[in-house]
């Protein structure tokens, strides 16, 4: 009788400690209240980077170092926040080498990424697809219905958001990432805290339906069944920011051109938990001196904070931004000047609610020149940058105490 009480006792003690460590696990994802994000119930506010790289590098496990050195660097700077790829289609060093094929060694690079972030505190929106291109993207899918003789309606790649076999690849592709067991952590995807998101496409954009209800119909499907297979993570979109034809008036913020979003119709889908924008004034305004695009810049990021905040009635990020050492008249004092400005608008928008932070493009390591695009910044090369971003890092961790005490 006593060993089988002491057993029920252990038992016991056991599931209670099992029990705990699922509530703290669980406590400590990532969710959005009204406008705010929150984390165990209290506001949550920082400053982040993008390292679309990581899993690539990663891949060769003699570059891993790379990765481990980007996240140490960037949580001494305080940045909290990462977004990076969780695909690649097709062509070198795939993740999914054909559909529904993956390499494992490439899905354990992955695992890698996450498991460094979960290391270094950092949390993870992780993106699904490419508009573009790069590493795959939705050229990469229409392709392979192609080639798998599926009727197409386009020369182009705008199938992708329509057609039943290209976006049954898609979903076979989300499914494995977010069932995907960490061979490191031992955990789930979508059950791990470490990833703060998911991202169903980088910067989506459809040439053949320029108001947004092609984009807008995928968004629905897609948000759809991610929600169906992972209710503890949040989710967005992807998008630039482009407003579209459902509330007209707005797309005078547009910088002259429309690309087939709506941002209003898009992130109002109610799966969608935040929105987000991207802003490049140097290459979207070409042309046109620092003042007139740090002068879109505040009205882009001004016009779409108030919309998330009264329209949409949910938080925003910022997850793109730079200035480019390709432009003419580039300087290091140049691209700290335009950091500054960003990051005080960010600030200033953030002491009233309603973004979280921004996700600066790109933090690389050293020894990364193909991976160069302008964007680029070496935190532990780059001291003056580094300064500016770890300040930023430091006020928003300041501003996220403030809300948070009584």
Not at 24 to 48: C, H, I, K, W, Y
Request: proline share 3%; hydrophobic share 35%.
């Amino acid at each position: 009788m006593a060993f089988l009480v002491k057993s029920f006792s252990t038992t016991c003690g056991l599931l209670f400690l099992f029990l705990l460590a699922r509530t703290t696990l669980a406590s400590d994802f990532v969710q959005t209240r009204g406008t705010q994000f929150m984390l165990d119930n209290s506001p949550f506010l920082f400053n982040g980077f993008n390292a679309y790289w990581m899993m690539h590098v990663a891949s060769d496990p003699t570059q891993r170092y790379k990765v481990s050195n980007v996240l140490r660097e960037s949580a001494a700077a305080g940045l909290s926040v990462c977004r990076t790829w969780a695909f690649n289609d097709g062509g070198s060093q795939a993740l999914q080498i054909s559909p529904g094929v993956y390499d494992e060694n490439v899905f354990q690079a992955l695992d890698f990424v996450v498991s460094e972030a979960r290391k270094y505190k950092i949390r993870l929106i992780m993106s699904l697809s490419n508009n573009y291109q790069d590493f795959g993207g939705r050229a990469q899918y229409v392709n392979w219905a192609r080639n798998a003789g599926v009727q197409l309606t386009s020369a182009g790649d705008d199938d992708f958001y329509t057609n039943q076999a290209v976006k049954g690849y898609y979903k076979n592709h989300v499914q494995k990432v977010l069932t995907r067991i960490n061979t490191i952590t031992g955990v789930a995807y979508k059950d791990d805290p470490t990833v703060m998101a998911w991202e169903l496409i980088n910067e989506p954009r459809c040439q053949a339906d320029y108001s947004g209800n092609t984009i807008n119909a995928w968004v629905q499907e897609m948000a759809t069944h991610v929600k169906s297979i992972d209710k503890k993570h949040l989710l967005e979109v992807g998008m630039e920011g482009f407003y579209g034809d459902s509330v007209p008036d707005r797309k005078q913020y547009n910088p002259g051109y429309q690309v087939g979003t709506d941002f209003i119709s898009n992130n109002l889908i109610k799966e969608i938990d935040f929105s987000t924008i991207h802003a490049y004034p140097d290459a979207w305004l070409s042309g046109q001196n620092d003042d007139a695009q740090m002068g879109f810049m505040r009205r882009w990021m001004t016009s779409h904070w108030t919309d998330s905040r009264t329209l949409l009635k949910k938080p925003m990020v910022f997850t793109e931004f730079g200035r480019s050492s390709k432009d003419p008249g580039f300087s290091i004092a140049s691209r700290d000047s335009f950091l500054n400005a960003i990051y005080s608008n960010i600030y200033s928008l953030a002491r009233g609610g309603g973004i979280g932070g921004g996700l600066v493009w790109q933090i690389v390591a050293q020894g990364m020149e193909s991976y160069s695009d302008g964007y680029e910044i070496v935190l532990s090369e780059n001291l003056s940058t580094s300064s500016i971003i770890s300040q930023q890092s430091r006020q928003m961790t300041a501003l996220e105490h403030k809300m948070t005490r009584p």
